[in-house]
């Protein structure tokens, strides 16, 4: 009895053991199969239009108000109080000139003053007296009409002699240059012991405030901009990061000397952060007239003949087939026609991996996400 049911319950045993591990293995698997896979990433690119050229203008960021400040009085120029460079504030002396002249005019104009008020002032005591002797029928009116011409006179001269006392201590204040607004010098063009004149150029201010970026046009391209046309632009010290700019002015008349025409392309400085002398580079597109497309070479595949696309979609990040028809094929792009726009996404690698409707995580060649919108800096 005892033996037979030891093998009895020892098969149980085994039994229940396998049953055991059947279901730890299902309970393993299950979560695995039940997990959803996240989205690939994949390398994704625009088209752009064919027979368009991007053209890259060097520049340098500027301040948009860069006033040059001058004396407004001549001499010689005695102290230089600031560098290249140097952050400066409203109000700021900047530079002295010799003031002794305008001291001593300045003490001219005051002798003056005090002549013409003592002048003023007997007048003033004769036309009192002449008046009490007219009521009195002690002088007669051709007389008094005399002084109180004198008076007038006097007044006159008084209101002259203050004038040119306002204007001579005007003169000695412009014996000293002032930082009209807050900003760095960003020129200097005279040295101390230099005699100017008034209005001779002393100093460059970039103000603080806006910032924008200058670039130099040859003649035959200068046809191909106009103001407020949008561009994109990037700083040197920050390759890879284009902004939006627009072009907010263009010089009228070519550089005599080098014959190019000045462009100052405006930007949100608040985004960009850019400081004054960085250099920049200015991305044009020309315009096409075909109406086709180019697209990278890796982009375009085909199925049963019929040749065709990966296209995005930017709200649901999944992939459609695009039928095309290609035009030529170039070194590295094709050029094709189809539904697409220079606006669209479409697979610009690894089309033999993808399936109709397959959600996937878009960045560019340099495993970066893609943040939608036109980037002609980065191009293919």
């Given at each position: 009895?005892?033996?037979?049911?030891?093998?009895?319950?020892?098969r149980q045993l085994c039994h229940y053991a396998f049953a055991v591990a059947a279901l730890a293995i299902a309970a393993c698997s299950a979560p695995?199969?039940?997990?959803?896979?996240?989205?690939?990433?994949?390398?994704?690119?625009?088209?752009?239009?064919?027979?368009?050229?991007?053209?890259?203008?060097?520049?340098?960021?500027?301040?948009?108000?860069?006033?040059?400040?001058?004396?407004?009085?001549?001499?010689?120029?005695?102290?230089?109080?600031?560098?290249?460079?140097?952050?400066?504030?409203?109000?700021?002396?900047?530079?002295?000139?010799?003031?002794?002249?305008?001291?001593?005019?300045?003490?001219?104009?005051?002798?003056?003053?005090?002549?013409?008020?003592?002048?003023?002032?007997?007048?003033?005591?004769?036309?009192?007296?002449?008046?009490?002797?007219?009521?009195?029928?002690?002088?007669?009116?051709?007389?008094?009409?005399?002084?109180q011409t004198r008076f007038d006179s006097s007044a006159a001269q008084l209101s002259h002699a203050q004038s040119q006392l306002d204007v001579a201590?005007?003169?000695?204040?412009?014996?000293?240059?002032?930082?009209?607004?807050?900003?760095?010098?960003?020129?200097?063009?005279?040295?101390?012991?230099?005699?100017?004149?008034?209005?001779?150029?002393?100093?460059?201010?970039?103000?603080?405030?806006?910032?924008?970026?200058?670039?130099?046009?040859?003649?035959?391209?200068?046809?191909?901009?106009?103001?407020?046309?949008?561009?994109?632009?990037?700083?040197?010290?920050?390759?890879?990061?284009?902004?939006?700019?627009?072009?907010?002015?263009?010089?009228?008349?070519?550089?005599?000397?080098?014959?190019?025409?000045?462009?100052?392309?405006?930007?949100?400085?608040?985004?960009?952060?850019?400081?004054?002398?960085?250099?920049?580079?200015?991305?044009?597109?020309?315009?096409?007239?075909?109406?086709?497309?180019?697209?990278?070479?890796?982009?375009?595949?085909?199925?049963?003949?019929?040749?065709?696309?990966?296209?995005?979609?930017?709200?649901?990040?999944?992939?459609?087939?695009?039928?095309?028809?290609?035009?030529?094929?170039?070194?590295?792009?094709?050029?094709?026609?189809?539904?697409l726009t220079p606006d669209s996404w479409i697979l610009a690698a690894g089309t033999q991996l993808v399936q109709d409707g397959q959600r996937v995580?878009?960045?560019?060649?340099?495993?970066?996400?893609?943040?939608?919108?036109?980037?002609?800096?980065?191009?293919?």
């Open positions: 009895m005892n033996a037979v049911s030891r093998p009895s319950l020892a695995e199969s039940s997990q959803q896979k996240p989205p690939r990433p994949a390398i994704v690119a625009q088209p752009t239009l064919s027979g368009a050229q991007l053209a890259v203008y060097p520049g340098e960021v500027h301040s948009r108000h860069e006033p040059t400040l001058a004396f407004r009085v001549g001499g010689e120029l005695t102290e230089r109080l600031v560098e290249t460079g140097d952050r400066v504030k409203a109000g700021q002396p900047l530079a002295k000139l010799d003031a002794r002249d305008l001291l001593l005019q300045r003490d001219s104009a005051r002798a003056q003053l005090a002549a013409a008020k003592a002048e003023h002032r007997n007048a003033d005591a004769e036309l009192a007296r002449y008046r009490d002797l007219l009521a009195r029928k002690l002088v007669s009116e051709s007389q008094f009409e005399a002084i201590e005007n003169q000695v204040g412009y014996a000293t240059l002032k930082a009209p607004r807050d900003g760095i010098i960003a020129r200097r063009m005279v040295d101390s012991g230099q005699i100017v004149a008034a209005g001779q150029s002393v100093f460059a201010l970039a103000a603080d405030g806006e910032r924008e970026v200058r670039i130099d046009l040859p003649e035959q391209d200068f046809t191909r901009f106009a103001v407020g046309q949008m561009v994109t632009l990037e700083l040197w010290s920050r390759p890879d990061m284009p902004f939006t700019g627009q072009i907010r002015e263009l010089s009228p008349a070519a550089d005599p000397n080098l014959r190019t025409f000045e462009a100052r392309i405006a930007f949100d400085n608040h985004q960009v952060q850019a400081e004054l002398g960085q250099s920049a580079r200015v991305f044009v597109q020309s315009p096409s007239t075909s109406g086709r497309l180019s697209v990278p070479m890796a982009a375009v595949t085909a199925d049963d003949g019929q040749a065709y696309v990966w296209a995005l979609d930017p709200q649901s990040l999944t992939l459609q087939k695009v039928s095309i028809t290609v035009i030529s094929f170039g070194d590295e792009t094709a050029e094709i026609q189809g539904p995580r878009p960045v560019d060649r340099q495993n970066r996400p893609i943040e939608f919108g036109a980037n002609l800096a980065q191009g293919f």
